[in-house]
């Protein structure tokens, strides 16, 4: 069992850059397929960015060229670098973990997950 819990959130201006890190407990962000979700009010959770165990990629269409998952192994942090941000891009993001093979995209196929850090972009 893995505990997650995301850091980072915040208000920023459109264009700008956020830093969203999600640290692991309990076990390795490296033992599962770690996951970036975010859900904005009134709409239901989206996709965002996935990285396999073996470290491979893979991002929604809506944020490829602007948002980058990454993992560090020696802090067991999984993180979201957000660039060129957008007011749409305005919602509660969250960190999940995932035991299956492949790229899983859709939220049930993930067992943990954190709680959420708040994105807010300001036009």
């Known amino acids: 069992q893995v505990h997650l819990v995301e850091s980072g959130g915040g208000l920023v201006q459109a264009g700008g850059s956020l830093r969203l890190s999600c640290a692991a407990s309990?076990?390795?962000?490296?033992?599962?397929?770690m996951g970036w979700f975010r859900q904005a009010p009134a709409k239901e959770r989206e996709f965002v960015a996935v990285?396999?165990?073996?470290?491979?990629?893979y991002s929604a269409d809506f944020v490829k060229g602007r948002f980058t998952i990454s993992r560090d192994n020696a802090k067991n942090t999984v993180n979201l670098q957000m660039s060129s941000l957008k007011p749409e891009d305005t919602a509660v993001y969250y960190c999940?973990?995932?035991?299956?093979?492949?790229?899983?995209?859709?939220?049930?196929?993930?067992?943990?997950w954190g709680q959420g850090t708040q994105v807010t972009v300001s036009s």
């Open positions: 999940a973990a995932s035991s299956s093979w492949g790229i899983p995209r859709a939220g049930v196929e993930y067992t943990y």
């Open positions: 309990g076990r390795t962000v490296s033992s599962y397929v």
């Open positions: 990285m396999t165990m073996s470290g491979g990629l």
